[in-house]
């Protein structure tokens, strides 16, 4: 079963959600707003877009077109339908495809920006993997790891080009360090904290292809208050962005 859903942050956007498949959270529009998307872009890339909130978001920013692939079929049907009452269908283009394998016909230096909410876990004996094919894909690193990400992104980036991603701040040394092996050099990372007085459990990162060392740490933002509501800080956030 599908539903109508509006975006936390963005409420005049409609989405298209399966009920009972992996729903887009907070990591995802958090992405939307970090992602730098300068004047003169001319094509973005989402990897994994899932039922497309991410370009749904960035179409508020911008008018360059942009590229949703996803590979399970579900997901890429609901994101053709959210793009299209949203009215965005011609700005947003969906492929159903395994991003290793169009990558591969895409010429290189394609693309102004880049990016991606990956899986975050890595498949490992003691892995408890999700029975629901939908959410293990998403959870997982079945189709797309790390590794996929950064070596498409050194192909697929115009020289100066950005990717940004989120994650686990658990992987973010190795985050780094495959950055930096695929001439992608990090600039800038943000650290979400659930709230106050609690450990990280998300991060932003984003880098640029070629580009010149400077790494900036930026403010750390607050999801929830005290008591349990959404912070000021968080909801200015997803509407503007930094």
Not at 106 to 121: A, H
Not at 222 to 230: A, I, K, P, R
Request: aromatic share 6%; net charge positive; charged share 30%.
């Amino acid at each position: 079963m599908t539903k109508n859903n509006l975006i936390f942050g963005n409420e005049d956007i409609k989405i298209y959600q399966d009920e009972k498949g992996f729903s887009f959270s907070l990591d995802t529009l958090c992405l939307a707003s970090f992602v730098s998307i300068r004047k003169d872009v001319k094509k973005i890339l989402d990897i994994g877009t899932g039922n497309a909130p991410i370009p749904l978001i960035l179409t508020k920013r911008t008018s360059a077109p942009i590229i949703g692939v996803e590979i399970q079929k579900k997901s890429a049907e609901l994101a053709k339908k959210s793009a299209k009452i949203n009215k965005k269908d011609d700005q947003i283009t969906i492929i159903n495809e395994d991003i290793v394998k169009i990558a591969q016909k895409w010429e290189s230096d394609s693309f102004t920006t880049i990016v991606c909410n990956p899986p975050f876990f890595e498949i490992r004996p003691e892995s408890n993997l999700n029975k629901q094919k939908a959410n293990r894909l998403a959870r997982h690193e079945i189709n797309l790891s790390l590794e996929t990400i950064f070596k498409t992104a050194r192909k697929l980036l115009i020289n100066g080009g950005n990717l940004a991603l989120v994650h686990r701040p658990e992987r973010l040394v190795e985050l780094i360090m495959l950055m930096k092996e695929n001439n992608i050099e990090p600039k800038r990372i943000k650290l979400i904290y659930p709230k106050k007085n609690k450990q990280t459990n998300m991060v932003l990162v984003e880098g640029y292809k070629n580009g010149k060392k400077g790494l900036i740490i930026e403010e750390p933002l607050f999801v929830h208050n005290q008591n349990g509501t959404y912070t000021k800080k968080l909801c200015q956030y997803l509407k503007k962005g930094d």
